[in-house]
């Protein structure tokens, strides 16, 4: 019998019901989960319903959230205007085979929000818009091999899973078609240009790696976008978690820099799957037929189907959030609550004497705990070292544990939603006191 900690004894007494579901679930699903991130010891807790800043759980605790639909909830859950949306057009069907306005107006608010997208091609998730953005600018350009940067994260397709951990079932051919190199180092990244001609593109996440924890500075996106341009290299932006969030344009539009391609997901489905690549007309264009070009029409155009690709549920719910996010101040609102949550935090540190801060930009916020460091609390670049202590798992496990039984779902990430309350955020820096206070207890801080 292993020996539970104080707030591990904690969480089993005040989740019982999860327990049980998760003894259950271990026999049907790897893991006893649907989705890695998803996985916690002793176990993850199972919800039932969700509204605004807030999600339930069986045993009926209220645990406030911040890792909304994974980043996809910018409104906050069950947003009344998403739900008649999506209930509307429920109604009227769900899957025509064939087209619509909906797919149009949804592409149009793509169009109108994104700076770099001139056309649209739409998908199911974030994995196969990226898969299918590096496979234009491979096409276009007609080169094999593609840049990723550590710890970025693209999805779990073949091609850009290289640099992650498992890579079980990837051919070896595949991994090697990929550059992996470390962010923030334009000399690395031109001189890998220098030294290979045959590469299509480069992707990355513009605020930096695990949704902007392992920052990108900002004058490296502005080198990346002058030597790729000098190089005739692809630069695509994945916006997946940014598009639509650090601004009503994505990062793009924040740092005033404009991408070859952008690759979208979560808050352009408002809530529902969907996905999109956009970008210059002539690299989505590799989807298009050359009339009387058999050739090409075989060996360079990509063909491109997929079920549920801009279907009818997705699009609804998708044009209200992209509607909302350009005609209401989401971003403004999600933003201004993270900054209270981050100077909430920072103070609270300060105040019980941890080292670490509370960073990050607009609405999506980390914490870096038990490193002493200078920071500027936007941008916070730590040593491989200091990261291992910020990454200190069995310290970060209790912390999130003792959180979950405080009821606040964030461990050390935060993404916000507009649906966040100035209330909120007042309990959350409460919970914080008292979980950080149980793991020092613990002798973990
Ligand atoms: C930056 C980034 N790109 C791509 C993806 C993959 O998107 P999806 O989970 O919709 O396949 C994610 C998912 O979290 C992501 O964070």
New binding site residues.
């Given amino acids: 019998m292993v020996s539970l900690s104080p707030i591990e004894q904690r969480y089993y007494d005040l989740h019982p019901g999860s327990a049980e579901r998760h003894d259950n679930a271990r026999g049907l699903f790897p893991n006893g989960v649907t989705h890695d991130a998803r996985k916690l010891n002793p176990f993850q807790l199972y919800f039932t319903h969700a509204e605004g800043s807030a999600k339930y759980d069986v045993d009926g605790n209220k645990i406030l959230d911040y890792f909304p639909g994974?980043?996809a909830l910018i409104l906050g859950h069950s947003h009344p205007d998403i739900v008649k949306a999506v209930q509307d057009q429920m109604a009227m069907g769900t899957h025509y085979s064939g087209s619509t306005d909906l797919e149009i107006q949804w592409g149009n608010w793509v169009r109108e929000l994104i700076p770099s997208a001139e056309k649209v091609r739409f998908h199911s998730?974030?994995?196969?818009a990226?898969m299918m953005a590096i496979r234009m600018a491979r096409a276009y350009t007609n080169k094999p091999k593609v840049i990723k940067f550590d710890d970025h994260?693209?999805?779990?397709s073949d091609y850009l899973s290289a640099g992650g951990d498992g890579l079980g079932g990837i051919p070896q051919e595949t991994l090697n078609t990929m550059i992996v190199l470390p962010p923030n180092d334009i000399e690395t990244f031109e001189q890998t240009l220098k030294d290979n001609d045959d590469i299509a593109a480069v992707i990355l996440?513009p605020t930096g790696a695990h949704?902007g924890a392992i920052p990108i500075l900002p004058s490296f996106l502005e080198q990346l976008r002058e030597v790729t341009t000098r190089y005739g290299v692809v630069l695509i932006f994945?916006e997946?978690?940014t598009g639509f969030r650090v601004s009503k344009g994505g990062a793009q539009e924040y740092f005033g820099i404009t991408p070859d391609m952008t690759?979208m997901?979560?808050i352009l489905g408002g809530g529902l799957p969907g996905?999109a690549v956009a970008g210059k007309s002539d690299i989505i264009n590799m989807i298009e037929e050359r009339p009387g070009d058999a050739d090409y029409n075989r060996n360079r155009r990509i063909a491109h189907n997929g079920t549920f690709n801009a279907n009818p549920l997705s699009a609804a719910a998708g044009i209200k959030a992209l509607e909302l996010v350009a005609t209401t101040p989401i971003n403004d609102t999600a933003d201004a609550r993270a900054l209270q949550l981050k100077h909430g935090l920072n103070d609270l540190l300060g105040r019980m004497e941890i080292p670490g801060c509370a960073t990050g930009i607009t609405s999506l916020m980390f914490l870096q705990l038990g490193v002493d460091h200078e920071c500027d609390n936007e941008y916070c670049v730590l040593t491989p070292e200091q990261r291992a202590q910020a990454n200190n798992g069995e310290r970060n496990l209790q912390l999130n544990l003792a959180l979950m039984n405080e009821g606040v779902a964030s461990g050390t990430r935060f993404i916000l939603t507009a649906a966040h309350s100035e209330e909120d955020i007042d309990f959350t820096i409460d919970a914080f006191e008292k979980a950080l206070g149980q793991v020092r207890n613990q002798g973990l801080l």
């Fill in positions: 994974h980043g998730s974030g994995t196969e990226d994260f693209h999805g779990w996440e949704m994945d997946v978690v690759t997901a979560k996905g």
